[in-house]
C-alpha cells in the first residue's frame, strides 16, 4: 500500500502561479497528477518516472513543470500562467511498474491521493 498526500492548492486569480506537493509514503517509479472539474472526467496532466521520462497533457505544456526529488519521494506541479479553466480538484497517483502506455490515463494508476483544490478566478 503507497500512501499519497498532496498540499498547495489553493485560490489564485487568472495569470497567477501555484505549487503543488505531493509526497508518497515510499519510493514509487511514475507519480503523476490528474485533475477533475465539476461535471468533467479526470484527466492526465502530467507525469514523471525515477529516471525523469515527462509526460504532458496539451493543454498544460509550456505552463506546468513537474519534477520530483527521490531522496524525499515527493514530487511538485509548479503551474504557472493560470487560467480559469485549471480550476479543479487535484489528485496525486502512483504506480509501481516501468512501463506504461501513456502515463497520463486513470486506468494506468493503482495509488491516488485525497486531492487539493485549485481555484483559478477570472
Known amino acids: 500500500q503507497v500512501l499519497l498526500e498532496e498540499s498547495g492548492g489553493d485560490r489564485v486569480q487568472s495569470g497567477g502561479s501555484l505549487r503543488l506537493s505531493c509526497t508518497a509514503s515510499t519510493y514509487i517509479y511514475w507519480l503523476a497528477w490528474f485533475r477533475q472539474a465539476p461535471g468533467k472526467q479526470r484527466e492526465g496532466v502530467a507525469a514523471?518516472?525515477?529516471?525523469?521520462?515527462?509526460r504532458y497533457s496539451d493543454s498544460v505544456k509550456g505552463r506546468f513543470t513537474i519534477s520530483r526529488d527521490n531522496a524525499s519521494n515527493t514530487m511538485i506541479l509548479q503551474m504557472n500562467s493560470l487560467k480559469p479553466e485549471d480550476t479543479a480538484m487535484y489528485y496525486c497517483?502512483?504506480?509501481?511498474?516501468?512501463?506504461?502506455?501513456?502515463?497520463?490515463?486513470?486506468?494506468?494508476?493503482?495509488?491516488w491521493g485525497q486531492g487539493t483544490q485549485v481555484t483559478v478566478s477570472s
Open positions: 497517483a502512483a504506480n509501481d511498474l516501468m512501463l506504461l502506455p501513456t502515463g497520463l490515463h486513470q486506468s494506468e494508476y493503482d495509488y
Open positions: 514523471i518516472n525515477a529516471v525523469g521520462s515527462l
